[in-house]
């Protein structure tokens, strides 16, 4: 088998992780766009949420 083996939470809500370098933007724009994007392109069921962070 390939790909993610652990199952993570957050409270105790199963839990997905994306992350990524930013080069070129600040933090605030690259979320703004990014968001932008998803809107335009992804379903999010009903249930499921997207949460930025970062550091």
Known sequence: M????NIY???SKRMATVRT????SDQ????KALQAKIEAKIH?????QIIHGGQ
């Open 2 to 5: 390939q790909g993610q083996t």
């Open 9 to 11: 939470r957050y409270g």
């Open 21 to 24: 370098n930013i080069k070129g």
């Open 28 to 31: 605030g724009g690259f979320v």
């Open 44 to 48: 999010v069921p009903k249930g499921y």
